[in-house]
């Protein structure tokens, strides 16, 4: 049976959960891909509630098969991984969330936390509850994300503001802030790859 479901198209592996006519035109709306699908919220196509359900489902099993990768891999050796995990986790939100990635001294995750929510535009972060948190988790570097409802991934000065009050904050305790993220459904912005940090 695996050998057959992997020669299939994703427009039939669609098709099974919520038809094949919704899964072509999904699809189509996708731009064909099966990553922009997942990683943003899904239209309200004419899909029975089955369906939606499953497709909610794959997507869940597709986010913590990726953080389980995470867990077991050092993340700087798996950029796309992150960037795919957080895609899943935080695209499609209609408010902000601020988390965090607790990290071990093989860059290995610890543990992946939503630690903030806030509104459409903002979300309040607390850099004593991140250092709290770091140090719970025995974290010896973390990396940040958020996401921007507006699906534009460019931070704002704010967000650069906080990522060095964060890093700061974090120093102290001797926590190394790899990246900080962000993401929206046009993409994701690294602050590494600018040279924000």
Not at 47 to 54: E, S
Not at 59 to 74: G, N, Q
Not at 167 to 195: C, N, P, T, W, Y
Request: hydrophobic fraction near 45%; glycine fraction near 6%.
């Amino acid at each position: 049976m695996s050998q057959v479901v992997q020669a299939m198209s994703d427009a039939d592996l669609l098709g099974m959960m919520v038809g094949s006519k919704t899964a072509a035109r999904m699809l189509q709306d996708a731009g064909g891909s099966l990553s922009t699908l997942l990683n943003e919220s899904m239209p309200s196509y004419d899909v029975q509630p089955k369906g939606r359900t499953k497709l909610q489902v794959a997507k869940e099993l597709v986010r913590r098969s990726l953080l389980e990768t995470l867990r077991h891999r050092d993340v700087l050796s798996s950029p796309a991984i992150v960037r795919d995990y957080l895609r899943m986790t935080l695209t499609g939100r209609e408010y902000e969330v601020f988390m965090v990635l607790f990290l071990d001294a093989q860059h290995q995750v610890i543990d992946s936390e939503e630690m903030f929510r806030g509104t459409l535009t903002q979300t309040s972060v607390y850099p004593r509850e991140v250092v709290k948190r770091s140090l719970f988790n025995n974290a010896a570097a973390v990396i940040f994300a958020h996401n921007h409802p507006s699906g534009i991934p460019e931070p704002s000065r704010a967000d650069e503001a906080l990522t060095q009050a964060l890093k700061q904050a974090l120093a102290m305790v001797d926590v190394k802030v790899l990246d900080h993220f962000v993401i929206a459904a046009s993409g994701v912005m690294s602050f590494a790859e600018r040279g924000l940090l």
